[in-house]
């Protein structure tokens, strides 16, 4: 075998029986273990056993895959990256782990991300930062991280990460992959520990589009478990997946991503690739959102006040970890939650605390809603003209294991671009647009109006085909 095969290319191969299902997790457990110490990307390699039919009619049957560390795999830890959790072992498993044994995907490992998916970088996670396979130097991302960085190195054909507020589409920019955010309530949140929940989205990495449509096809349709998801069948995601534009499509050129605050090759990169669309049939329009500049603050406020409601839990009296304090109950809360909970996350739960305490809700969070509101209706008017929104994913490149430890502001302040849809619950999907001088990954993300998936999907496709960039790999991986 060789490495950086697709799940479409695996699949070929155990259909026609050049390869069996049992190579093929053998293969992919031992990349994973030969590079694990390079990357940081799982925290745990499973001993896999299951025998499946290489030839089975299933989806993905035979193909193996990672799991970010927030979700719930029963019988297996779920640590959330956090010392909190370390040694909690899930009792069941979430829909989506579910949905892909049903595909026949086999989970092969848990992995690294940001303490409780809160991180741009993959920095914050208690077990140490995941590692960006292009250049060991620079982070591959947050908070999804080691999921990027294993999927970018080739050691698993496809990765579930989670996004809340850009940490898929930023790890996907960061490290050249495919990776959606899904319409809120499409994905199943069931068995996904939670940040905010309101938010929060499971979500695939993948080296191609058709293959994240693939996944997100075994991962879609209503769960009786999760009451915010959307009362849709299961929907098969690669049909009509063509290699063209619809007619007439009308895409808009976010404002904001063009121009100041965008690093010079991130925007050459956009700009060429704006002309492919152009190329291969699309209109485009510059589109000016000017309450996008508040995504950020409104984002900031609500998901802290959920995150603090959330993990309000964890406070050692039911499971995860307990402090040996015993001088007294409200002692052993406080310990607890000073000693396991790493810096970001304490932060995080402070803001939100803050922002929804007596004198200050009507202030902050209850004006947030109010702009999240104002958010959506400016979306839903931008629809009404264009069909799609584009923009550069990250305005900049992936930067160097440390370069924001002083200034975390700087790092929100990057997924920008990002965060809108997070808002409002629209979809929007990043896919790789060029390669920068020192050979890292640049992404370039759509955004579409609510279950817009099968549109951004076709594009992504025709984009994808028409370019090389979904060819290119990390050396030293091979």
């Known amino acids: 075998m060789k490495a950086f095969l697709t799940i479409k290319e695996l699949r070929e191969k155990l259909v026609k029986k050049e390869i069996s299902s049992q190579e093929v997790v053998a293969y992919y457990s031992d990349r994973l273990k030969r590079f694990n110490g390079a990357l940081n990307c799982a925290l745990e390699v499973f001993e896999v056993n299951h025998q499946v039919s290489s030839a089975s009619d299933k989806s993905m049957a035979g193909i193996p895959y990672l799991v970010k560390d927030i979700i719930c795999q029963k019988n297996h830890l779920a640590s959330a990256g956090s010392k909190m959790l370390a040694n909690f072992k899930a009792p069941y498993s979430a829909t989506v782990i579910d949905r892909l044994a049903v595909a026949g995907a086999l989970s092969l490992g848990r992995a690294n991300c940001d303490e409780f998916a809160m991180g741009a970088s993959g920095e914050t996670s208690a077990f140490g930062p995941a590692r960006n396979p292009w250049d060991t130097s620079r982070v591959p991302g947050g908070s999804s991280s080691g999921s990027a960085a294993a999927v970018a190195a080739g050691l698993v ?5 989670s996004e809340t507020g850009g940490s898929i589409r930023n790890p996907a920019s960061f490290c050249g992959l495919v990776g959606l955010y899904p319409t809120y309530g499409l994905h199943s949140r069931f068995g996904l520990i939670a940040l905010a929940s309101s938010f929060d989205q499971v979500c695939p990495l993948t080296k191609t589009v ?3 449509a693939l996944v997100s096809s075994a991962l879609s349709g209503q769960d009786p478990y999760d009451s915010t998801t959307i009362p849709l069948a299961p929907t098969d995601y690669t049909c009509g997946l063509d290699g063209k534009l619809p007619e007439n499509l009308t895409i808009g050129i976010i404002k904001d991503g063009i121009g100041q605050g965008i690093d010079p090759q991130v925007a050459d990169a956009f700009e060429k690739s704006c002309a492919q669309l152009q190329k291969l049939g699309a209109k485009l329009k510059v589109i000016d959102l000017p309450s996008l500049k508040y995504a950020n603050a409104v984002y900031f406020i609500i998901s802290r006040a959920e995150a603090a409601s959330n993990l309000s839990r964890y406070d050692g009296s039911l499971f995860g970890y307990r402090s040996p304090v015993s001088t007294s109950l409200d002692a052993m809360y406080f310990a607890t ?7 970001e996350v304490k932060t995080r739960i402070l803001t939100g605390n803050y922002v929804l305490s007596a004198g200050h809700k009507e202030a902050y969070y209850n004006k947030a809603q109010q702009v999240r509101a104002m958010i959506r209706a400016e979306f839903d008017n931008a629809f009404k003209d264009v069909d799609l929104l584009t923009s550069p994913t990250m305005p900049i490149l992936p930067f160097k ?3 924001f430890a002083g200034d ?5 302040i990057a997924d920008k671009l990002l965060i809108g849809n997070n808002v409002i619950g629209y979809p929007a999907l990043s896919l790789p647009c060029g390669y920068s001088k ?3 990954p640049m992404g370039l993300q759509f955004i579409g109006p609510r279950l817009s998936e099968h549109l951004l999907y076709k594009v992504a496709y025709a984009f994808e085909q028409s370019t090389d960039h979904h060819l290119h790999n990390p050396a030293g991986y091979e």
């Open 157 to 161: 054909p496809f990765a579930l990460g």
């Open 210 to 212: 058709y293959d994240n």
């Open 337 to 343: 939650r000073q000693e396991g909970f790493g810096e």
């Open 401 to 403: 294991l440390g370069e």
């Open 408 to 412: 975390p502001v700087a790092m929100y």
């Open 438 to 440: 020192e050979n890292l």
